[in-house]
């Protein structure tokens, strides 16, 4: 679902509540500053969203050439413009000018190759990367697309759960059980079926040795008679993002928290309850919500301060909501998961977001 998608958009035009010469463009739950009269509600439009990458000669035709995101400029970013959070760019490229916009929205075209457009990959610090190893056995992950692009994904009332999202980096272990085997991974390098040759000067395998989370993985495959289990944990601390949460990362006290497990039993990988499974063993997400699920709760619990500090001491970068049924998505063609960020979070001064 995550995965980066240029399509074309039918469009809700909105008032910009401080400024007369600009409006506000809808996509899904997301909000684009354009200019006023610039489009019409129920007009289609093509949406760059953020992460995205642009070409030069794109930069330059939509005028944007110098106020864009990252070193070369060229990255799309959440941004505040007058007062209202701008996510996304809404355009009509020329070199769309002879394709139906209104035909390719409800086919669901993805235009990103033909623009020349690409997704943003955060550096890797030296402490994140290392020596690989090949390992097509891992537990895959989902990566989580945001709520606000597929507001549809979950119906109102339906019974939910609400967990913090930490602003550290993903660390996946894979425990194989009839090979006594622990492999350790990051997101990027396990998108490539590649884990981490073990280094104890590497920050994944700091935090699962310090945390004890293979011994926690070896215990759980087998009370759950599984072939392999998959612990998937946020590293977080000093010199692993911008928000800390209080741990030290560059000393030994790297803050870990699992965030999902999943299992294969009887040749079938499964998602499973982390609560229920590794309450008591292992550290884990805050749960802030469990019950109906309501959009405009989801929104409010996304904002506000941190809490697996204890103290507040950052903004909340999100949620990740689930449903408590585990179940298929319609909506993503896969597994029903979304996250929601708060906006604070998306325009706070000085982020890192190494990966």
């Known amino acids: 679902m995550s995965t980066l998608r240029v399509t074309a958009e039918v469009l809700t035009v ?29 007009d289609t439009a093509v949406y760059i969203p953020e992460q995205s990458v642009l070409p030069a000669a794109l ?40 394709v139906d916009l209104a035909r390719a929205a409800a086919e669901g075209t993805d235009f990103a190759e033909v623009l020349g457009i690409t997704k943003w990959v955060p550096p890797i610090p030296p402490t994140m990367s290392g020596e690989v190893e090949s390992a097509p056995g891992l537990m895959p992950w989902v990566d989580i697309g945001n709520l606000q692009r597929y507001p549809d994904i979950f119906a109102p009332g339906e019974p939910v759960v609400l967990t913090e999202k930490l602003h550290g980096s993903a660390c996946l272990l894979t425990y194989v059980a009839d090979e006594d085997r622990v492999y350790v991974s990051s997101k990027g390098f396990a998108a490539k079926s590649l884990a981490l040759r073990e280094d104890p000067r590497n920050l994944y395998w700091r935090a699962v040795c310090g945390h004890g989370v293979p011994e926690a993985a070896a215990r759980l495959a087998e009370r759950l008679g599984a072939r392999r289990v998959g612990i998937f944990g946020e590293v977080y601390g000093a010199g692993v993002q ?9 000393r030994d006290t790297l803050g870990y928290a699992v965030f ?8 079938t990988p499964r998602w499973l309850d982390a609560v229920a499974l ?14 109906p699920y309501d959009l405009a ?15 507040g001491i950052h903004l909340r970068e999100g949620v990740v ?10 909506v993503t063609e896969g597994r029903a998961i979304a996250k929601a960020v708060s906006p604070a979070y998306l325009t706070r001064k000085g982020g890192t977001e190494y990966e």
């Open 59 to 98: 930069i330059e035709e939509l005028g944007l050439t110098g106020r864009l995101a990252g070193s070369t400029s060229d990255r799309v970013k959440a941004v505040r413009l007058r007062g209202e959070l701008s996510q996304g760019i809404v355009c009509r490229p020329r070199a769309l000018a002879d």
């Open 14 to 42: 909105h008032e910009h509540p401080n400024a007369d010469a600009l409006e506000l463009a809808q996509v899904g739950l997301y909000r684009s500053v354009i200019a006023k009269g610039q489009y019409r509600t129920g």
């Open 297 to 311: 709760r989801v929104l409010e619990c996304a904002t506000g301060r941190e809490t697996v500090s204890g103290r």
């Open 260 to 267: 999902d497990v999943s299992a294969e039993i009887d040749g």
């Open 278 to 291: 590794l309450a008591g063993e292992l550290p884990l997400v805050p749960r802030l919500y469990e019950g």
């Open 242 to 250: 911008d928000l800390t949460y209080g741990a030290d990362g560059r």
């Open 321 to 330: 909501i689930r449903p408590v049924t585990e179940r298929y998505s319609p």
